[in-house]
């Protein structure tokens, strides 16, 4: 079971960090992505991270302003989000995968087969 949390209104600029912590089974050998999704529009890939190997991976419009980080002790993931956008407004989901996906399915939902409830993430221009 995820639980995602750390969403919030914040201004244009302004920073959040966003955790996704596991109950019942450890992250070791699988992925957790954060995806989101704005009104009106799909669901999109925001990171991922391979937790063995720490790989960390992001889509283009979050490079430089988003980091992903793994808690060892606490079987946690953060996604560190500064210099938001208002464009980056959405409900922001963590989801793990079963098995060590391949970087390139990193981005595919599909991939995941544990999804958190969701938290979201209002930017104010």
């Known amino acids: 079971q995820l639980q995602a949390s750390g969403g919030g209104l914040v201004q244009a600029g302004g920073s959040l960090r966003l955790s996704c912590a596991a109950s019942g089974r450890t992250f070791s050998n699988r992925a957790v992505g954060w995806f989101r999704q704005a009104p009106g529009k799909e669901l999109e890939f925001v990171s991922a991270?391979?937790?063995?190997?720490?790989?960390?991976h992001y889509t283009d419009s979050v490079k430089g302003r988003f980091t992903i980080s793994r808690d060892i002790g606490k079987n946690t993931v953060h996604l560190q989000m500064n210099s938001l956008k208002p464009e980056d407004t959405a409900i922001y989901y963590c989801a793990a995968s079963e098995g060590r996906p391949i970087l390139s399915m990193l981005w595919n939902p599909g991939t995941y087969a544990s999804w958190g409830q969701g938290t979201l993430v209002t930017v104010s221009s």
């Open positions: 991270i391979r937790w063995s190997e720490n790989s960390k």
